[in-house]
């Protein structure tokens, strides 16, 4: 299987650098199938949040493949971000995810929890929110432990639908919020930062040359020995995401090739 031509070191962050993306897409999906595994052996069930956009869908076709033999039946997936629109919209991120892999994957339908993107978005954000209550057993104020995320990053430092200057970026006393995009003109649903961080894992795939750029900006320079500050978490979202564990950015090397 191929490896990671590099993996580089990073405050809170490890940086897992691949030649091809099809490599980078072979060696995670036979190591979330393995975490899934893992963890349903060892708590009995993988609660799993999903990326939007367009650079996982190729992952979560090879995850649909039954090689791998994920613990589908004790799978829970969860997803980041949503799109206000119905789920049959070209710009769902719930169809990307159910024409990718959910519609042919055997997972349960009750332990797939969609985003009503086509609802009022408070409404939505609401809903979604006491959803994660009642599946996690949360007390109040408390936030899911999610045993993965999966994140992408837009070319302004986004992530999920924390957009840089929207007021979702700020919020630390919800789990999930409607968020309106100004410069997209629309409204978005999203996991907050906190409950991003909650996470037991997160991973953010980014791949292609387009990514080069903002992967210097969040991986390159001072990045390679401080933490980022309050300012460069307000400019670039992605950064917000703390989990208690290392975050691991999936990378190829048209995207990378400027980290050292
Ligand atoms: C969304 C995503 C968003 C995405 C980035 C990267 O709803 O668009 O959740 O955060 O991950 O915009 O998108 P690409 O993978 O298409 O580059």
């Not at 629109?85 to 990718?100: E, I, L, T």
């Not at 899911?144 to 639908?161: K, Y």
């Not at 210097?216 to 320079?221: A, I, W």
Request: charged share 25%; net charge negative.
């Amino acid at each position: 299987m191929p490896a990671p031509t590099r993996v580089l070191q990073r405050p809170g962050a490890i940086v897992m650098v691949f030649a091809h993306e099809d490599d980078l897409v072979e060696y995670a999906a036979r190591e979330l199938a393995t975490l899934a595994n893992d963890v349903v052996d060892a708590r009995g069930r993988f609660d799993w949040t999903l990326a939007g956009g367009s650079t996982p869908a190729v992952l979560y076709r090879r995850l649909a493949r039954e090689d791998l033999s994920l613990p589908w039946s004790r799978t829970h997936v969860w997803f980041g971000d949503e799109r206000c629109v119905p789920p049959g919209d070209p710009q769902s991120n719930y169809k990307m995810a159910h024409d990718a892999m959910l519609a042919s994957a055997p997972a349960r339908a009750a332990h797939v929890h969609r985003m009503h993107g086509e609802d009022d978005p408070a409404v939505a954000a609401a809903r979604y929110e006491q959803e994660l209550r009642d599946a996690c057993g949360l007390a109040p104020g408390g936030f899911p432990a999610f045993d993965l995320t999966l994140l992408g990053i837009g070319e302004d430092g986004h992530t999920a639908s924390l957009f840089p200057g929207t007021t979702a970026v700020a919020v630390r006393d919800r789990l999930c919020v409607a968020n309106h995009v100004d410069h997209l003109g629309t409204w978005r649903l999203t996991l907050t930062t906190p409950t991003l961080s909650h996470s037991r894992r997160v991973w953010v795939f980014a791949v292609g040359g387009r990514k080069r750029g903002i992967l210097g900006d969040v991986l390159g320079g001072s990045a390679k020995t401080r933490v980022r500050d309050a300012g460069e978490i307000a400019r670039w979202p992605v950064l917000g995401v703390r989990p208690a564990t290392d975050v691991v950015w999936w990378v190829d090397e048209a995207g990378a090739g400027g980290l050292g």
